[in-house]
């Protein structure tokens, strides 16, 4: 059986690309890959990559390497969340205090782990996870 190696892309599709860019680029420190007016890629700690795309800018493109399908998601904000470590919640707490990012929510999993929630300026849903979340985190 072929193995996956693990999620390489996540994607967003946000109203205004400049303003999530900053947010992301800002908060975070994610340096840009490649971005041009459809969207942006963001490396995410050196082995992933978070995808910005223009709301209405996803559909088919033609590469000089072959087509690239229309894809894109409709309805209520989407969800992505970022490990952090277990010693990393109190600082994150304050940075996220001082750049004005209102926590929406607070948890602690059964496991140990704790999680921050908040908005991005879509209104997608970040969420922070300390290790003791999930089995293998």
Do not use: N
């Not at 994610?30 to 995410?44: H, K, P, Q, Y």
């Amino acid at each position: 059986m072929p193995k996956i190696r693990g999620v390489l892309e996540t994607s967003l599709y946000v109203s205004d690309l400049e303003r999530s860019r900053t947010f992301y680029t800002q908060l975070f420190h994610f340096s840009v890959m490649l971005e041009d007016g459809r969207f942006c890629a963001l490396d995410v700690c050196g082995r992933q990559v978070l995808l910005l795309f223009r709301k209405e800018a996803t559909g088919a493109l033609r590469t000089e390497g072959g087509l690239i399908p229309p894809h894109g998601a409709d309805g209520g904000s989407l969800h992505v969340a970022f490990a952090i470590g277990q010693d990393d919640l109190d600082p994150w707490e304050r940075r996220l205090a001082r750049d004005h990012v209102e926590i929406e929510s607070r948890v602690q999993w059964p496991r140990g782990g704790k999680s921050l929630y908040f908005r991005d300026p879509d209104g997608h849903l970040i969420e922070l996870a300390s290790p003791g979340l999930w089995p293998i985190y």
